[in-house]
């Protein structure tokens, strides 16, 4: 109903964005992304929940050819070291076994028939990292030898909160520390400036043809949603549907205060 009252095409800096804001975060990370391509290895992503560190890696491997690379994305890691395998091997199309030796084995085969045959270059992305077994982290490393460890035949990024950090820095992982070749940690969009930029845009490119939000409102999202795009979504939405209710044409300060308190109960 918000919509068409509004007329929108979609909820604002939601999923359905074709095109994310880039307030200096984005380019860098595309580097680096780039140079994992160029150089196959591991990559670390991290940031607190809600500063949309899945929706940036899945616009930038949304450009990718698929003649030249495929994408698995694993997000069910809160599981045994078995499971994520079997889940692993189901996404490069290989039947789940019971016994890791023979998941490996057959999962490697595909990783240097995709490399060596089909010239594709595996990437694997892993969210929620941060809930991996201690068991994956150790023999994680050994997975990812090839030919005597000699050649890089994939490239993953691990996504998670900042705990990650701290789990990996540990001495018992140096083995896999040392196959880190980039890391990345995103930051909230605390500044006001930014943040209204963030907002607006996030607006227009919904659909808006007109301004919504006092530079006031935009203030209240910001200190409420701590500059989290989430946080924020989710409090235009809920703004944007009282307003309609109310039949309004845009977003007083106080329908704004009404949708923060409606989410904070």
Not at 155 to 160: E, K
């Amino acid at each position: 109903m918000y919509l068409q009252h509004f007329g929108l095409t979609h909820a604002p800096l939601g999923k359905q964005c074709k095109k994310l804001w880039d307030g200096g975060q984005l380019k860098p990370l595309q580097q680096k992304f780039q140079w994992l391509l160029d150089s196959p290895g591991v990559g670390i992503l991290t940031a607190e929940p809600g500063l949309g560190k899945t929706a940036i890696l899945r616009h930038i491997t949304s450009t990718l050819n698929t003649h030249q690379y495929k994408v698995v994305y694993i997000s069910e890691t809160d599981f045994s070291r078995l499971e994520f395998y079997r889940q692993l091997s189901v996404a490069f199309g290989l039947q789940p076994r019971y016994r890791r030796t023979q998941q490996w084995k057959e999962l490697k085969e595909r990783i240097v028939d995709l490399m060596d045959n089909k010239h594709i270059l595996p990437i694997l992305i892993i969210d929620e990292a941060q809930n991996l077994s201690h068991q994956f982290w150790c023999d994680f490393p050994s997975f990812l030898n090839f030919s005597f460890d000699s050649r890089d035949m994939m490239t993953i990024w691990f996504l998670g909160h900042p705990i990650l950090d701290i789990i990996l820095s540990r001495v018992v992982y140096e083995a896999l520390q040392s196959r880190i070749q980039v890391r990345h940690q995103l930051q909230s969009i605390n500044n006001p400036q930014a943040f209204s930029e963030f907002v607006k845009y996030g607006l227009q490119e919904a659909g808006a043809q007109q301004t919504l939000l006092s530079d006031s409102g935009i203030e209240l999202v910001r200190i409420a949603s701590q500059g989290k795009p989430r946080l924020v979504h989710r409090l235009l939405v809920a703004s944007l549907q009282i307003a309609a209710d109310r039949n309004l044409n845009h977003l007083p300060d106080d329908t704004i205060q009404d949708a923060i308190a409606m989410l904070q109960k």
